[in-house]
């Protein structure tokens, strides 16, 4: 089945096609692809062999995209965001904004010595923390992102409480993601972070602001996964049947503009992997940013866009309805 | 006939059930959604007792629906086999208690 099609077909029927962005209200900066762990759902591949990083340039130019008045929070991701060597700059030109910042950290990474700083240089510049711990059993947090990560994640987690982290009143904001362990889809985010909340409390003292649930997305190592455990075709026909016409409106795309380690531009994260420039007369590269024209582009969809309609949909920010 | 009894797509028929007998079909779902869904008890707790069910009444379409239900929900490997041994000491319990019926007879007769 073509469900690059399919899914076309069925925004023509909710008449939002083409789609297009509204805004640009989020700037995602994927700033490198190394990582210290190598997770068995990593859309983007990251790795400790890995090397892409991007340029003081081209983070220069983010700041400056950054900086429109209509975009309210810079989004920063990997890879492990900690790897780059000129994170701590980034982020000190990036909290002079008075804008949202939030960092996309696996946590596991701020035990080790070179990056333990990063607590403390996190609580200083007010950056929100965002924490993937896709499941609250540890072997199943550790069969998807590598041996002792749940215990490593956990303790990091205390480490970021103990500055105020996901505390009430320190304005200092701690998210975790929750994401499936296999072929599946994620359940109630509202059942889920009620159970997060008072697991995490009862058996470890941590404390968190919000629960994300993530769709994992068919693309780079959750869909070799999927090809090689023989649920391709089954995964993709519960994203089709979970079809949600009511999460079309607001898909991340329509708001989120996503800059690749080059600096090129992309609707969002999983079409950067996939390679799907962005489409009509719209700047391609972070240094031609221009607003007024990213902010009415047409989107470039295809079948793994089932992932953001299915069920409550899904962004990086979680569900899309409430 | 080519067909196979039980089929894993059978499952994504479920909804139609109702096909042939609509007024029945559609009290039949608006009970099963409000049984199922959370009240006292939880999404998660339901989500176990509903599994357990299942296992015990053979159903693979039920299997299948509720053990995707209990991982989307977070709920482990071995909480899902704890709900299944409950139902398995339950269908152990109930065949045994019917022996008191063999064990009344037995005595009943036996010189
Ligand atoms: S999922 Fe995150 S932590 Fe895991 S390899 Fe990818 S970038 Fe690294
Ligand atoms: S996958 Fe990307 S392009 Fe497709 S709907 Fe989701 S955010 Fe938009």
């Given at each position: ?11 023509k029927?909710?008449?939002?096609y083409p ?9 995602q900066?994927n700033?490198t ?7 068995r759902?990593?859309?983007v591949e990251?790795s ?19 900086a429109?008045?209509e ?13 780059h ?7 000190r ?10 960092v ?18 996190y ?10 711990l896709?499941?609250?059993?540890h ?5 998807m992102?590598?041996p002792d990560?749940f215990?490593k994640?956990?303790?990091?987690l205390?480490?970021?409480n103990?500055?105020g982290?996901g ?15 296999g ?17 995490l409390r ?8 919000r629960l994300?649930?993530?769709i ?20 993709f026909?519960l994203?089709?049947?979970s079809?949600?016409s009511a999460?079309?409106?607001?898909v991340?795309?329509?708001?989120t503009l ?6 090129r531009?992309f ?6 992997v996939?390679d ?5 007369q ?8 221009d ?5 009415r582009r ?11 309609t299915a ?7 979680g569900?899309?309805q409430? | 006939?080519s067909?196979?009894?039980?089929e ?9 059930i109702?096909?042939?007998a609509?007024?029945?079909g559609?009290?039949?779902f608006?009970?099963y ?6 009240g ?15 296992t015990?009444r053979h159903?693979p ?9 209990c ?12 709900a299944?041994?409950?139902g ?7 065949t045994?208690a ?13 010189m």
């Amino acid at each position: 089945m073509d469900f690059s099609q399919s899914f076309a077909d069925q925004l023509k029927a909710c008449s939002e096609y083409p789609l297009y962005a509204q805004a640009v209200e989020t700037l995602q900066t994927n700033i490198t692809r190394r990582c210290n762990l190598s997770c068995r759902h990593c859309h983007v591949e990251a790795s400790p062999a890995r090397t892409e990083e991007m340029s003081r340039q081209d983070m220069e130019a983010c700041l400056r995209a950054a900086a429109h008045p209509e975009i309210k929070t810079l989004d920063i991701t990997g890879g492990a965001p900690e790897t780059h060597p000129r994170l701590v700059w980034f982020l000190r030109e990036a909290a002079l904004m008075k804008k949202r910042v939030l960092v996309r950290s696996n946590a596991a990474i701020l035990l080790e010595k070179q990056y333990q700083h990063f607590l403390d240089i996190y609580a200083e510049s007010g950056a929100e923390v965002v924490v993937s711990l896709p499941n609250l059993n540890h072997d199943r947090t550790d069969r998807m992102r590598g041996p002792d990560v749940f215990g490593k994640i956990i303790v990091a987690l205390g480490e970021l409480n103990s500055r105020g982290y996901g505390k009430k009143g320190s304005g200092l904001v701690l998210d975790l993601v929750h994401n499936p362990v296999g072929a599946y889809l994620p359940g109630s985010q509202e059942v889920l972070e009620r159970e997060y909340r008072n697991r995490l409390r009862r058996d470890f003292g941590i404390e968190f602001n919000r629960l994300y649930c993530l769709i994992n997305f068919p693309v780079g190592r959750y869909l070799d996964f999927l090809r090689g455990s023989g649920n391709l075709e089954e995964y993709f026909r519960l994203l089709k049947e979970s079809f949600n016409s009511a999460a079309v409106g607001s898909v991340m795309c329509r708001t989120t503009l996503s800059v690749a380690p080059d600096g090129r531009l992309f609707d969002c994260d999983f079409n950067q992997v996939l390679d799907l420039s962005l489409s009509g007369q719209t700047p391609v590269h972070i240094r031609d940013f221009d607003y007024a024209k990213l902010s009415r582009r047409q989107i470039v969809v295809r079948g793994h866009c089932y992932s953001c309609t299915a069920g409550a949909g899904s962004s990086c920010q979680g569900v899309l309805q409430k | 006939m080519s067909q196979l009894y039980y089929e894993t797509k059978d499952l994504q028929d479920f909804s139609n059930i109702g096909e042939f007998a609509h007024e029945q079909g559609k009290k039949f779902f608006d009970y099963y959604t409000s049984s199922t869904s959370s009240g006292k008890l939880t999404e998660r707790e339901k989500a176990l007792i509903a599994l357990a069910v299942a296992t015990v009444r053979h159903c693979p379409y039920c299997i299948d629906a509720y053990t995707n239900k209990c991982l989307s929900l977070g709920v482990g490997n071995d909480e899902m086999m704890e709900a299944i041994h409950v139902g398995a000491a339950m269908v152990a319990g109930d065949t045994l208690a019917h022996a008191t019926q063999m064990r009344k007879i037995v005595k009943q007769k036996e010189m």
